[in-house]
């Protein structure tokens, strides 16, 4: 059973960098065929994809973001990354970590961290 | 981008009812439709993929329907556990995006 795992501060200044990871066991983030990608929700909002990043380093990202976010994969310690930099209120949000899996072509999100609340304040 | 717009934003309904919502994106995404269910403070759990595959593990009383650009999943006999908030998310192309989701509510 695949199982993801968010780890990170909890509380970052505006203006600085959100930095956190997620830690994937029960199964290889170099196995193929899925992508691990980042999810967020502003509080009592809906869901917002962040971005994803296949083992091989490959990475995509929302065009709302993508100035300002970076993923990157260690696939020595199983561990996939986020950092979001000049963070603001706005950013403030519970952060999850999800393996996007299925088949070649249709795909969804299998698997899911348990989340893990950013707040930005000074 | 595509918008994922679901209807309604909030239902209340009894247990034992059968319940209805839907998903309409604004363009044509085939099949490429995946639903979620999020209990407070949970992520959210994979119930429908490729809008009418049950996932693993996910009772047959959920199914989901629709292609194009009208989709619509269906619980049948609600039981307390059933009552959370319902996503939909279309996985046709980047950015995936997700409707503003359904809150069932016990009546």
């Known amino acids: 059973q695949v199982q993801l795992q968010e780890s990170g501060p909890g509380l970052v200044k505006p203006s600085e960098t959100l930095s956190l990871t997620c830690s994937v066991s029960g199964g290889s983030i170099s196995s193929g065929g899925n992508y691990w990608s980042w999810i967020r929700q502003h509080p009592g909002k809906g869901l917002e994809w962040i971005g994803h990043?296949?083992?091989?380093?490959?990475?995509s990202y929302n065009p709302s973001l993508r100035s300002r976010v970076t993923i990157s994969v260690d696939t020595s310690k199983n561990q996939f990354s986020l950092e979001l930099t000049s963070v603001t209120a706005a950013d403030t949000a519970v952060y999850f970590c999800a393996r996007w899996g299925g088949g070649y072509s249709s795909k969804w999100y299998d698997y899911w961290g348990q989340g893990s609340l950013v707040i930005v304040s000074s | 981008d595509i918008e994922v717009t679901q209807s309604p934003s909030s239902l209340s309904a009894s247990v034992g009812d059968r319940v209805t919502i839907t998903c309409r994106a604004s363009q044509s995404i085939g099949t490429y439709l995946n639903w979620y269910q999020q209990k407070p403070g949970k992520a959210p759990k994979l119930l429908i993929y490729?809008?009418?595959s049950l996932q693993s593990g996910v009772p047959s009383k959920f199914s989901g329907s629709g292609s194009g650009t009208d989709f619509t999943l269906a619980i049948s006999s609600l039981q307390p556990e059933d009552f959370a908030t319902y996503y939909c998310q279309q996985s046709y192309v980047i950015p995936y995006t997700f409707g503003q989701g359904t809150k069932l509510e016990i009546k």
């Open positions: 990043i296949y083992y091989s380093g490959s990475a």
């Open positions: 490729s809008a009418s």
